[in-house]
């Protein structure tokens, strides 16, 4: 046994059948008691399972992959992008149990990578977001490590017991079938894909067959600042953000996120502080006239974002009361309240996303804002609402984000086109990030490789991710700000969250260079990224009539065939590139300042070395 399927259907009735001995590849069809399963032949390879009766629809779906194990290098393991990082060796991948659900939007593919570092292996399930597990069948850990098998085998269970598939997929045919796709490839060691490529391309399918389009405008892609990460937020006030956009415009950001607080307490605060979160009124103590505020930021050269949970509302609220009928509730009508204290709007309720919608729209239509931040949907505990005060219209609390999300995009952008929405990783995947005109990979506040990983994963499936808001000190040398800053846009769009008055001159000017170049080339960095090692140590980029190669960690050497210019946000003072039957490149050194160097004439005929500096620039013209 090589590699071999099985597919286990449980139906609404609590009927369940198991179908084994599929094979990746070939074609299948069978029919156990009544219900029919066909699998194709090819890749991804479409799944229909039809139950014996429409009236007992199908519930959820598992599908179980047993595979002779190989070693492997690394695990991607199926994730929103956030916590996979932590979680990339094979031993804690055993007795691994996830669960896509409100609070995390999981992609549903494992990837193995091999011996090259490239992908070996990956499995996954292509339909749409509702409730699904993930757990590691083999090796187990029921007492002990226990691996004498020889197999590798996980589980990709669609529709829990908590929620099955939703009505809107299980009911939507007549005869009740539901129709997804098995994604499976397998790669010899020195044949693979880096795994950045595999996410893509498994993105790819799930794009297409649903009719997904990647949506971005030019605006969002601008270098950000956000008042978070360098400011406990009770000392966030109007003159403190007009100030910062003030700076920041002269070092070429352009959005500024005015971020949880402005409304009251925010989430830094102490847990016996009461929130108000939930009334979307300015904090006068903070900001004294939000019309006037949102004026000053405009006038300073920069777009005013604004920050906003819509479903929650805490018990300091003025509409609290008027609200409860609305939140999430526990089977037996108790609210549920989240562990950082406030109520959520349910999202499986109508009223309750008109409601969501409107306070959305609001801060364009009073306040005149170009941009949101949406966030804390992460913080929804995943129960099944029973607040009987309320109606339901879907029967899946990812569904029903889905639809909150859509009405909120759908209302904002038919006041303003090109409104700037950041949604974040935990409600990403294509699906969700087309409603947003960026998708940020969230949080990692001093830990660059983290933020690397996290927008790198993203990048993904979206070419407009966006980094975590970085904050860089006087600590960081102006070569390793740069390194930071060019580290953000090999995966994303740069992001910061800076005191700017508490930045040294140096670290400014470095800023300004990079963002500066960015700006430049905005349009260049709508285009995916492609990574040219599976390690991500090297990226590439189309930027029109050259390239960008961006070099992060351990970089490495490149092969151009054209025009280009090699960022090196490495520490590395050696190059090596080649260019094959060049004679004659034209090289133009610069620092991390942007300040030219040396220019150099070489033969790229065969591999050159060049001596380049930390956080540098250097361009190649062929
Ligand atoms: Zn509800």
Same mark, same amino acid.
């Given at each position: 046994m090589a590699v071999q399927l099985k597919v286990r259907? +449980? ?7 198991l179908f084994e001995g599929i094979e990746p590849g070939k074609?299948f069809?069978?029919?156990?008691? %009544?219900?029919? @399963?066909?699998v194709?032949a090819?890749s991804p390879a479409?799944v ?14 598992e599908y179980d992959l047993f595979t002779d194990i190989r070693n492997y290098h690394k695990v991607i393991i199926p ?9 990339t060796q094979m031993v804690s991948f055993w007795g691994m149990e ?8 999981? =992609?549903p593919l494992y990837i193995f990578t091999g011996q090259d570092?490239n992908t070996a292996m990956a499995f996954g399930v ?8 993930f757990r590691t069948l083999e090796p187990a850990v029921?007492?002990?490590l226990i691996v004498y098998m020889r197999r590798l085998s996980m589980r990709i269970k ?23 796709h098995f994604y499976y490839r397998r790669f010899d060691d020195g044949q693979g894909e880096?795994w950045?490529?595999t996410?893509?391309?498994f ?97 300073? %050269? ?13 018990? %300091? ?51 005149? +804002?170009? %941009? ?18 309320? &109606? ?5 609390? =990812?569904?029903? #984000? ?56 993203? &990048? ?39 005191? @700017? ?9 470095? #800023? ?54 090699? @960022? ?24 991390? +300042?942007?300040?030219?160097?040396? &220019?150099?004439?070489?033969? #790229? ?11 540098? =620039? ?5």
């Amino acid at each position: 046994m090589a590699v071999q399927l099985k597919v286990r259907v +449980f139906l609404g009735s609590g009927k369940e059948v198991l179908f084994e001995g599929i094979e990746p590849g070939k074609a299948f069809a069978g029919e156990i008691e %009544g219900v029919k @399963l066909s699998v194709g032949a090819e890749s991804p390879a479409p799944v229909t399972v039809t139950p014996p009766a429409a009236s007992d629809p199908v519930a959820s779906i598992e599908y179980d992959l047993f595979t002779d194990i190989r070693n492997y290098h690394k695990v991607i393991i199926p994730e929103s992008g956030r916590w996979y990082i932590n979680a990339t060796q094979m031993v804690s991948f055993w007795g691994m149990e996830k669960e896509s659900a409100v609070n995390d939007f999981k =992609m549903p593919l494992y990837i193995f990578t091999g011996q090259d570092l490239n992908t070996a292996m990956a499995f996954g399930v292509i339909g749409r977001n509702y409730e699904t597990q993930f757990r590691t069948l083999e090796p187990a850990v029921p007492r002990a490590l226990i691996v004498y098998m020889r197999r590798l085998s996980m589980r990709i269970k669609r529709g829990t017991n908590l929620y099955p598939i939703p009505s809107a997929i299980a009911r939507a045919n007549a005869d009740g079938s539901v129709t997804e796709h098995f994604y499976y490839r397998r790669f010899d060691d020195g044949q693979g894909e880096p795994w950045l490529m595999t996410l893509r391309d498994f993105a790819g399918y799930q794009k297409k067959i649903f009719n997904v389009p990647d949506v971005g405008n030019v605006a969002s892609m601008a270098p950000l600042w956000c008042s978070w990460t360098d400011w406990m937020s009770d000392d966030v006030t109007d003159e403190v953000i007009v100030h910062n956009v003030e700076e920041g415009v002269k070092l070429g950001i352009k959005n500024y996120i005015i971020d949880d607080g402005w409304f009251g307490p925010g989430l830094d605060n102490d847990l016996d502080v009461e929130l108000n979160i939930g009334d979307w009124r300015p904090d006068p103590t903070k900001i004294k006239d939000m019309n006037q505020l949102v004026r000053d930021v405009k006038a300073a %050269g920069g777009r005013p974002l604004i920050w906003c949970a819509p479903h929650a509302v805490a018990t %300091g609220a003025d509409c609290y009361d008027e609200r409860k009928k609305y939140f999430v509730a526990s089977q037996d009508g108790e609210l549920v309240e989240t562990p950082n204290k406030f109520y959520s709007l349910c999202f499986m309720c109508a009223e309750a996303r008109e409601i969501m919608a409107d306070i959305c729209s609001s801060f364009i239509e009073e306040w005149d +804002f170009d %941009g949101a931040k949406y966030d804390l949907f992460n913080c929804v505990p995943n129960i099944r609402c029973g607040n009987a005060d309320h &109606q339901h219209d879907c029967d899946s609390m =990812m569904e029903g #984000l889905d639809k909150t999300l859509k009405l909120i995009a759908e209302r904002t952008r038919a006041i303003k086109p090109d409104y700037i929405i950041e949604l974040k990783q935990n409600y990403g995947t294509p699906f969700l990030s087309q409603y947003g005109s960026m998708t940020r990979a969230g949080d990692t506040p001093y830990n660059t490789e983290g933020n690397f990983m996290r927008t790198a994963y993203v &990048q993904g499936y979206s070419p407009f991710a966006i980094n975590d808001y970085q904050t860089i000190t006087d600590e960081d040398s102006p070569e390793a700000a740069a390194c930071i800053a060019l580290k953000m846009m090999a995966v994303g769009i740069p992001t910061y969250s800076i005191d @700017l008055d508490r930045l040294n001159q140096n670290n400014k000017n470095v #800023l300004a260079h990079c963002n500066k170049w960015y700006n430049d080339n905005v349009s260049a960095f709508m285009n995916h990224r492609v990574p040219l090692d599976g390690e991500n140590n090297r990226f590439k980029l189309d930027a029109g009539d050259r390239d960008f190669y961006f070099l992060v960690n351990d970089g490495g050497p490149i092969t151009i065939d054209r025009s280009a210019t090699v @960022l090196n946000a490495t520490f590395s003072k050696d190059l090596f590139v080649n260019a094959p039957g060049v004679k004659t490149a034209k090289v133009t050194f610069f620092d991390c +300042f942007g300040k030219q160097v040396r &220019q150099e004439t070489v033969s #790229l005929d065969g591999w050159a070395h060049l001596d380049v500096l930390p956080g540098s =620039m250097i361009q190649i013209e062929l």
